[in-house]
Nanobody, 126 residues
């Protein structure tokens, strides 16, 4: 069993930055790939970024490439999402998730992830 708790969301103006954190419980955090997803009102959950268990491989949605950076600290059982140059269309609830699956082109499929956090709200004002 893995428990995930997101933090760091909030209200920010367009062009601003936020850093989301996802703290994981469990001794096997370093064995799991991690992903960030988001869901805006009335829309489906969409992938944002993912990182392999060792941090060597990262994946990004086209909409956030060059603006968001995913990273992890296995010693702290935490994964981060640094979000820069935020846009109003980035407004959503952001979720972290974890999977034991090997990430490749399937990284953005929510069904590949077994455990999810409760989400943190990010609101970007124009």
């Amino acid at each position: 069993q893995v428990q995930l708790v997101e933090s760091g969301g909030g209200l920010v103006q367009a062009g601003g930055s936020l850093r989301l954190s996802c703290a994981a419980s469990g001794r096997t955090f370093s064995s799991y790939a991690m992903g960030w997803f988001r869901q805006a009102p009335g829309k489906e959950r969409e992938p944002v970024a993912a990182i392999s268990w060792n941090g060597y491989s990262t994946y990004y949605a086209d909409s956030v490439k060059g603006r968001f950076t995913i990273s992890r600290d296995n010693a702290e059982n935490t994964v981060y999402l640094q979000m820069n140059s935020l846009k109003p269309e980035d407004t959503a609830v952001y979720y972290c998730a974890t999977t034991t699956a090997y990430l490749n082109t399937n990284w953005g499929i929510p069904g590949r992830y077994a455990y999810w956090g409760q989400g943190t709200q990010v609101t970007v004002s124009s």
